[in-house]
């Protein structure tokens, strides 16, 4: 199996990238008008993986990187309450990683939410990452992960981060330890986070994929490729019937702005081709902004 390491260098420019860009979101986004929430949000047939979820979840790795993110800084006691009051909003949908080191929060918040009525997200990493990650073997990595988290089971087990159009190749025993993880219901669907394109194109047409997770907004900030070559990418996905996630929405912090906001949602909503999305929401107004928008662009 092809083990890529991260360097060094791309470890820190990678990691002060994406904290940057968060911090962006933290510091600016409150300047910015929110929209208070009046209703909550709906729920969505996720392609044809037989699941539905809440049309928002809840992205735990903002600025996610080396076991950390901006939810876990927020600590135990206010990711659980932000959690809750996402929950009480209709967000029932955790995206989680072990990249992240989210596991142990979204248990925590589990203790005040009922598992039933929630669908959790995880991904793997299938290649190091220099300094402070080592691959395990996948059983390793379930166990654990079903242990940090308390569950008994998975509604969608991705493998994270695809970088380039031979995963499918490359990562086979983790594909098969995956299929086999499903045939026991211990997984409900599985598939890939893409952050290529050549990843996503495979992605969006092999058939062992149910759910792919891709980043789309209409600036084609922090993407894998133009908007426009990315929708068609997604329109293919859909088409083939996965369940297309959408994911660095406002662009990793570059679209923050009310107007950018607005039309990244419209952009992402209205094309059809997005059954829902990830959004790194990090406060209760920023909940509330983004249930009001999301909501009235969808029943628009």
Not at 123 to 132: A, N
């Amino acid at each position: 199996m092809n083990m890529k390491k991260t360097t060094r260098r791309e470890f820190i420019q990678t990691g002060a990238a994406a904290l940057a860009g968060f911090a962006t979101v933290s510091a600016g986004i409150t300047g910015y008008g929110f929209a208070p929430s009046v209703n909550g949000i709906d729920k969505v047939k996720l392609g044809k993986t037989g699941l539905t979820v809440s049309r928002v979840a809840l992205g735990t790795g903002s600025g996610g990187w080396a076991k950390a993110s901006n939810q876990t800084r927020l600590g135990m006691k206010k990711f659980v309450e932000l959690s809750q009051y996402a929950y009480d909003k209709g967000i029932r949908f955790f995206d989680t990683a072990d990249m992240y080191g989210s596991h142990t929060y979204v248990r925590e918040a589990l203790k005040v939410i009922p598992r039933e009525n929630v669908s959790i997200l995880t991904k793997v990493m299938t290649y190091d990452q220099e300094g402070w990650y080592k691959t395990e073997p996948f059983q390793t990595s379930l166990d654990r992960f079903r242990k940090e988290i308390g569950t008994e089971y998975f509604d969608i087990f991705l493998l994270h981060c695809m970088t380039n159009g031979k995963w499918s190749t490359e990562y086979r025993l983790y594909m098969d330890a995956l299929s086999e993880a499903k045939q026991k219901g211990i997984v409900k669907s599985v598939g890939v986070s893409c952050h290529d394109l050549d990843a996503m194109i495979e992605a969006a047409n092999n058939p062992w994929v149910d759910v792919l997770l891709a980043r789309i907004n209409p600036r084609g900030a922090k993407m894998d490729g133009t908007p426009e070559k990315i929708m068609k990418v997604l329109e293919t996905a859909r088409l083939n019937g996965k369940g297309v996630i959408g994911m660095k929405v406002f662009g990793m912090g570059e679209l923050i702005k009310d107007d950018q906001r607005e039309e990244s949602l419209n952009y992402v909503i209205r094309s059809g081709n997005v059954h829902c999305m990830t959004l790194g929401l990090e406060s209760k107004e920023q909940v509330d902004d983004a249930v009001s928008r999301v909501m009235r662009i969808a029943n628009s």
